[in-house]
């Protein structure tokens, strides 16, 4: 079962960057297509991005497509989200999530594919 930890979140100005690590433990990364998705108050939580075991597919939520970037260095057993051109509405809580069942290739933007979640990282935008 692996097991992954959240960082990098804080409090940023709208219009600044910040760059998010999920850190895997337990197991090796590459077995696993990964998400980010976030989670504002009094929301649903929402994707945000995901990519595959691979790294060759990504996809991304229409919200941040052009702003996030997700990648995946599997050697650190590490993904990372970039995130440029903060709004205030990226505000939330940001998990990293890991699934095994996906090809390759392959990645997924619904949360409810994904077995294994970390315990997630609060982002601020203040405008």
């Known amino acids: 079962q692996v097991q992954l930890a959240e960082s990098g979140g804080g409090l940023v100005q709208d219009g600044g960057s910040l760059r998010l690590s999920c850190a895997a433990s337990?197991?090796?990364?590459?077995?696993?297509?990964m998400g980010w998705f976030r989670q504002a108050p009094g929301k649903e939580r929402e994707s945000v991005a995901a990519?595959?075991?691979?790294?060759?597919?990504?996809y991304y939520a229409d919200s941040v497509k052009g702003r996030f970037t997700i990648s995946r260095d599997n050697a650190k057993n590490t993904v990372y989200l970039q995130m440029n051109s903060l709004k205030p509405e990226d505000t939330a809580v940001y998990y990293c999530?890991?699934?095994?069942?996906?090809?390759?290739?392959?990645?997924?933007?619904?949360?409810?594919?994904?077995?294994?979640w970390g315990q997630g990282t609060r982002v601020t935008v203040s405008s």
């Open positions: 999530a890991a699934d095994r069942r996906f090809a390759i290739a392959t990645a997924s933007l619904t949360p409810t594919t994904y077995d294994y």
């Open positions: 337990g197991r090796t990364l590459s077995t696993y297509a």
């Open positions: 990519i595959s075991r691979s790294g060759s597919s990504t």
